[in-house]
DNA sequence: CGTTATGTTGATAGCCGTCAACATACGTGG
DNA sequence: CCACGTATGTTGACGGCTATCAACATAACG
């Protein structure tokens, strides 16, 4: 964890952690100074609220660690969770004056957050900045569009083999040069089996189920509720239903 | 139907439909002159391929007239419409190498279409023009959240009146200065059962019985098979349950 | 007018949701 | 540190919604 308090001289964004993988990315360290100093850090505990649907929007963040779920739901309380976002995503609607979702912590987040009028100010005197957001815009729509494929036509045991082959490869395990192919792979699951559920537009039993299933087949451990060891990714894979 | 033939010294985008409701609304008629050199008219039939999954994009294109279907497929032929674009909609993926989903021509459709390198460059000389497909590209990421909440949490009959509630007001009849509210609405079907069955997650026998069922509960009135009339917009947006 | 594509309707089956009971993990206060 | 209460997760029985299979009707087309 880096030290926030001190917002003097040093450039805070020095330290950061995402400050290449994050939009700031398209930011030379002179124009970062500029985000310095603006930006303040914000700390969430799993289920706080970020932003509420149809909220007016004051701030835009980067999501620095911890996962972020983007809700929607219908007036009888069914709930569809429309997006997970981790570090270094971007966080808000821009360009838009409330919330199309609702977005909450999943696990304990750890925000950079600015004003909204500020950050809009720097998006326009900035074109790099506003391509770097359209870029990974255009991906979040591409990933909205994958989803939209399980929703719609993948089975039980598919939407979740998806879903835990999507986060396990998340996994720092995964890119790290000591790990060999085939090899386990553990994780730490950031959404509880209700998040789950909401994500694949299943409930909570089917999920639990279909978890169980996997276990029975030999394709992954749980060691605790939320820590899952994929023992078969190539099987995985194959479940998911490409 | 404007004339494309004359490609000599006037300017075709002077006499275009969509001229200042497409991206091209951001250009000046000046910059509109170096758009108007590149680009060519493409004329194709309902079922027509416009995109491949995976294939080398080489253009982009504005819908002038007619529906544009984006599909996914499943290996074992399981298929998902995760969008469904009209005129004056931008068509192609910016910035990557392959198309993500395939595109198709749901009804007869008139394309503007225009090299990829051409535009490309256009858009980086353009900062207005980039701003608008931000913008549109930010608006399709909206919509498909919405539909993942359809997908995800909707029963046959919501799913079925929420897409007809949506093409509904779509319809030239809405926004008519004469219409009132409370009448009949007439439109016509952009898409034949397989392929509603498709955007909606469901079975082609699905989607029959429950426009069934709107019909029999006088909420819609079928003409031909593609021709409704919704009698009660009211109801049906109740159906779709908000 | 025959042929094929598209759409409707009925019967049946199965996947997944619902309801319920129980198990386990977690947090709080005695 | 343990006891208790609550939240979270698992497992089982059952039912309903929607898929599947099948037959038929209607529309589109040459």
Redesign the pocket.
């Known amino acids: 964890m880096q030290t926030v308090t001190d917002t003097g001289a040093r450039n805070r964004c020095d330290v950061c952690a995402i400050r290449h993988r994050a939009v700031c990315g398209a930011l030379s360290n002179e124009e970062l100074e500029a985000m310095n100093g603006i930006s303040r850090q914000r700390l969430l505990t799993p289920g706080e609220p970020i932003l509420s649907a149809d909220e007016e929007i004051t701030w835009f963040g980067n999501i620095v660690s911890g996962a972020v779920k983007l809700t929607k739901l219908l007036s009888d309380g069914r709930q569809q969770i429309v997006g997970l976002q981790f570090a270094p995503d971007f966080l808000g609607r821009a360009f838009k004056e409330r919330s199309p979702y609702f977005a909450e912590a999943a696990t304990d987040v750890e925000l950079c957050i600015f004003p909204k009028p500020a950050f809009e100010r720097i998006l326009k005197e900035k074109p790099d900045l506003e391509f770097r957001l359209f870029q990974d815009t255009l991906d979040e729509l591409d990933a909205a569009r994958d989803w939209m494929l399980l929703l719609g036509r993948k089975?039980?045991?598919e939407k979740v083999a998806s879903f835990l082959y999507m986060i396990a490869r998340r996994s720092p395990m995964i890119g790290c040069a000591h790990h060999q192919g085939g090899e386990e792979v553990l994780f730490q699951m950031p959404l509880?089996?209700?998040e789950i559920a909401d994500y694949l537009?299943?409930?909570?039993?089917?999920v639990?189920?279909q978890?169980?299933r996997l276990k029975a087949d030999g394709v992954l451990q749980?060691h605790?509720?939320?820590e899952f060891s994929i023992l078969d990714m190539d099987r995985l894979s194959e479940i998911s239903g490409v």
């Open positions: 089975t039980a045991a509880n089996r209700s537009g299943l409930t909570i039993e089917t639990s189920r978890i169980g749980l605790a509720t939320r």
